[in-house]
């Protein structure tokens, strides 16, 4: 969600919602048509950084499998997981696990 704006309320499903502003909310964005609804969803590599800048609240155990899973499948390049990194500023903690996976 954009900083600034309110959580929505809704019952099901449980939902924690976060605010991003600037390049972490704009960047990463892909724009899909299902039903003649556009959706505009964020990508596999800015959906692990922002894993990796949550960490604390989903585990690592979830950023890594995520990383680990997005790179077996090829469904993000490593140039594409360091730009997001950088966007969402956990580069440093993304590093020894880029490396270890290459």
């Given at each position: 969600m954009?900083?600034?704006?309110h959580?929505?309320?809704?019952?099901?499903?449980?939902?924690k919602?976060?605010q991003?502003?600037?390049?972490a909310?704009?960047?990463?964005v892909?724009?899909?048509?299902?039903?003649?609804?556009?959706?505009?969803?964020?990508?596999?590599?800015?959906?692990?950084?922002?894993?990796?800048?949550?960490?604390?609240?989903?585990?690592?155990d979830?950023?890594?499998e995520a990383?680990?899973?997005a790179?077996?499948?090829?469904k993000?390049?490593?140039d594409?997981?360091?730009?997001?990194?950088?966007?969402?500023?956990?580069?440093n903690v993304?590093?020894?696990?880029?490396?270890?996976?290459?």
């Amino acid at each position: 969600m954009p900083r600034g704006s309110h959580a929505p309320k809704i019952d099901y499903p449980p939902l924690k919602m976060v605010q991003f502003s600037g390049d972490a909310y704009e960047d990463g964005v892909e724009v899909f048509v299902r039903d003649k609804v556009k959706l505009r969803v964020y990508g596999v590599a800015k959906a692990i950084a922002d894993c990796f800048k949550h960490r604390n609240k989903i585990g690592l155990d979830v950023a890594l499998e995520a990383l680990k899973n997005a790179r077996a499948q090829k469904k993000a390049s490593a140039d594409d997981l360091w730009h997001f990194a950088k966007i969402c500023r956990v580069a440093n903690v993304m590093r020894p696990y880029l490396e270890a996976i290459g």
